[in-house]
């Protein structure tokens, strides 16, 4: 069976001891930085410590611009393979949030036509940040079973929309200075303790699919929305991301494998390619799951009644 590489964006927030693990490579982006300094987005705290990169963006959510991998640097990197004879399994950030999926198909046109015989799959993920890195963690697995490049890709794109997240973003002053939410409703959100949970929607983006008040409420009604969510969790990989929230995310870790028992779970920094859009504040478990709903009917009304129970 020919061999073949994953290859997603820097938008997985896979890093390099996951990426060792599961023998998974990267496409480069990119990130200008306050003073101008464009620089490769390798993920790696490489050019700034996270502490800093999260208090700097607090300060300024503007002060970090990010663009994708360009069509040329795709086809470079698809042709550093294929011309080993290896096949390429190309996964992109979520087609709501970035063009490069689109890049990534004229990559494989300008890759094909110099070698017409390569194995070259395309894949809108339909996620971002550490959701989009564990359908890439799930896609090692096949291959390491023996599946195909092809039988991978034909999984991942029947599959992905089982992909879940479950966690809050709890700094709402950072989201209302990027333009989401008044500045009113970020302050005495903040005030009374509100916890926005958010919810991966059909179309790949996160949507809020309610409030909790208080971080312990939150913590018991998230375990009962995986709870009804989750299939088979003690087969499951599974990863929670946190910016400047690594407190809350080990308590979190230790609630999630004594519930679910789960084959491996890791907790994950977001580098600054989705850090500038998330801010700090973020506190979320990824994980295989259900379908989920067009519209996210099904999630918000068992978000309700979970939230209606004492």
């Not at 809108?124 to 291959?143: F, K, M, N, T, V």
Request: hydrophobic content about 35%.
């Amino acid at each position: 069976m020919k061999k073949f590489v994953i290859l997603p964006d820097a938008f997985c927030e896979l890093n390099k001891d996951l990426r060792q693990e599961y023998d998974i490579d990267f496409v480069p982006s990119h990130i200008v930085k306050p003073d101008g300094e464009e620089v490769k987005l390798n993920l790696e705290w490489d050019f700034i410590s996270h502490e800093d990169f999260y208090s700097s963006i607090k300060k300024d959510p503007s002060s970090y611009k990010t663009s994708p991998a360009s069509v040329g640097e795709y086809a470079e990197k698809f042709e550093a393979y294929v011309k080993q004879g290896i096949g390429v399994l190309s996964m992109s950030i979520s087609t709501g949030l970035s063009g490069s999926y689109n890049f990534t198909l004229q990559a494989r046109e300008l890759v094909m036509k110099k070698y017409p015989d390569a194995e070259i799959e395309c894949i809108d993920s339909l996620r971002y940040g550490p959701g989009y890195g564990l359908l890439a963690i799930y896609a090692s697995q096949l291959r390491e079973e023996g599946k195909s490049l092809k039988e991978t890709a034909a999984w991942i794109n029947e599959n992905k929309n089982r992909f879940h997240q479950s966690g809050w973003l709890d700094d709402l002053t950072f989201v209302a200075r990027k333009g989401r939410i008044t500045n009113a409703k970020a302050f005495f959100g903040q005030l009374v303790g509100i916890k926005p949970v958010g919810e991966f929607d059909y179309n790949g983006l996160t949507t809020v699919i309610g409030n909790i008040k208080g971080e312990k409420a939150a913590y018991r009604i998230l375990l009962e929305y995986i709870a009804a969510e989750v299939e088979n969790p003690e087969n499951q990989i599974m990863v929670i991301a946190q910016t400047d929230r690594l407190k809350q995310a080990e308590i979190f870790k230790t609630m999630i494998e004594e519930r679910f028992h789960p084959k491996k779970i890791y907790i994950c920094d977001v580098f600054p390619g989705c850090g500038v859009n998330v801010g700090p504040g973020l506190m979320s478990l990824y994980y295989m799951g259900k379908p989920i709903s067009q519209g996210l009917v099904e999630e918000r009304k068992l978000f309700e009644s979970l939230t209606q129970k004492k």
